[in-house]
């Protein structure tokens, strides 16, 4: 890892790839080293990007390894005239990325107020905090059942999400921090699999709370929200109708949103 001297590159990180992983032509991620001294809250985000004629490209990432990790890990989408996820998906080993090593968001537990239950709507690139907060001790420190959803058009889709919970199960000490805590509902709209439709829907109509046991509620619900414009508005409206509060860093509440990357 270079700390770059450069007056116009000042203040952003070189950092090495590594494991790169294409899950979908839509999707891929990788790793890459993590800077010394630098600290953030699992669920939190980084502008990360490349050198662009001679300047930075950066965008917000959600940081998708957990705070204790050595390395750090992205997941993100490809968009084919993207400035730069156009870039990003040719990435190769070895190769650098830059980071601006100031990791903000909202999607921490520091944004929330105590509770029972934690609930981590996502779809699609949205999962990529989650993967963060569910390696966290904290996370099971705090809450008794951690209930991860993810729902994407198509099947290949929700194979990262499912490699990261077999991945859990065999790390060399999570399981016995996670135990039978975790639940991960993973589901498809527009491809046939075992589990369809919108977790929206899923709220609305009641399968949610008859797969974990009780519908939202905010005396001992928590929840976190990633995924596009449109499906954050769903997910807050059905959230304030229920009487929960958005929280945030400084003034927790008991739902916390934040937009999954576009570009
Ligand atoms: P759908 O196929 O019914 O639009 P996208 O790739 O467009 O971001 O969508 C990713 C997943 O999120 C899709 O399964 C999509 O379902 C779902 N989705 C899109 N909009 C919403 C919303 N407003 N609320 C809940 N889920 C949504």
């Given at each position: 890892?270079?700390?770059?001297?450069?007056?116009?590159?000042?203040?952003?990180?070189?950092?090495?790839?590594?494991?790169?992983?294409?899950w979908?032509?839509?999707?891929?991620?990788?790793?890459?080293?993590?800077?010394?001294?630098?600290?953030?809250?699992?669920?939190?985000?980084?502008?990360i990007?490349?050198?662009?004629?001679?300047?930075?490209?950066?965008?917000?990432y959600?940081i998708?390894?957990?705070?204790?990790?050595?390395?750090?890990?992205?997941?993100s989408?490809?968009?084919?005239?993207?400035?730069?996820?156009?870039?990003?998906?040719?990435?190769?080993?070895?190769?650098?990325?830059?980071?601006?090593?100031?990791?903000?968001?909202?999607?921490?537990?520091?944004?929330?107020?105590?509770?029972?239950?934690?609930?981590?709507f996502?779809?699609?690139?949205?999962?990529?905090?989650?993967?963060s907060?569910?390696?966290?001790?904290?996370t099971?420190?705090k809450?008794?059942?951690?209930?991860?959803?993810?729902?994407?058009?198509d099947?290949?889709?929700?194979?990262?999400g499912?490699?990261?919970?077999?991945?859990?199960?065999?790390?060399?000490?999570?399981?016995?921090?996670?135990?039978?805590?975790?639940?991960?509902?993973a589901?498809?709209?527009?491809?046939?699999?075992?589990?369809?439709?919108?977790?929206?829907?899923?709220?609305?109509?009641?399968?949610?709370a008859?797969?974990?046991?009780?519908?939202?509620?905010?005396?001992?619900?928590?929840?976190?929200?990633?995924?596009?414009?449109?499906?954050?508005?769903?997910?807050k409206?059905?959230?304030?109708?229920?009487?929960?509060?958005?929280?945030?860093?400084?003034?927790p509440g008991?739902?916390?949103i934040?937009?999954?990357?576009?570009?």
């Amino acid at each position: 890892m270079n700390q770059i001297v450069d007056k116009a590159l000042r203040g952003v990180a070189l950092l090495k790839v590594s494991n790169i992983r294409h899950w979908t032509d839509r999707t891929f991620s990788f790793d890459c080293e993590r800077p010394q001294g630098f600290r953030f809250r699992s669920g939190e985000f980084a502008m990360i990007g490349l050198i662009v004629d001679g300047k930075p490209l950066l965008r917000a990432y959600s940081i998708a390894s957990p705070s204790w990790d050595d390395e750090l890990e992205f997941y993100s989408i490809k968009v084919e005239d993207g400035p730069l996820t156009s870039r990003l998906q040719h990435l190769k080993e070895g190769d650098e990325i830059v980071m601006r090593p100031k990791p903000v968001g909202t999607l921490v537990h520091d944004a929330l107020l105590p509770g029972k239950r934690l609930f981590l709507f996502s779809t699609g690139t949205g999962i990529a905090p989650f993967a963060s907060v569910i390696r966290d001790p904290e996370t099971y420190e705090k809450f008794d059942q951690v209930i991860l959803t993810q729902t994407c058009r198509d099947v290949k889709e929700l194979d990262y999400g499912k490699h990261l919970i077999e991945s859990i199960k065999t790390h060399e000490f999570l399981p016995e921090i996670v135990g039978d805590k975790l639940t991960h509902i993973a589901t498809t709209t527009r491809e046939d699999s075992g589990q369809m439709g919108r977790m929206t829907d899923w709220i609305r109509d009641g399968r949610l709370a008859g797969a974990v046991g009780g519908d939202l509620n905010p005396e001992s619900d928590r929840v976190m929200i990633c995924g596009s414009m449109a499906m954050l508005k769903d997910h807050k409206e059905i959230c304030e109708e229920r009487g929960f509060v958005e929280g945030s860093n400084s003034e927790p509440g008991h739902f916390v949103i934040e937009k999954a990357f576009v570009d």
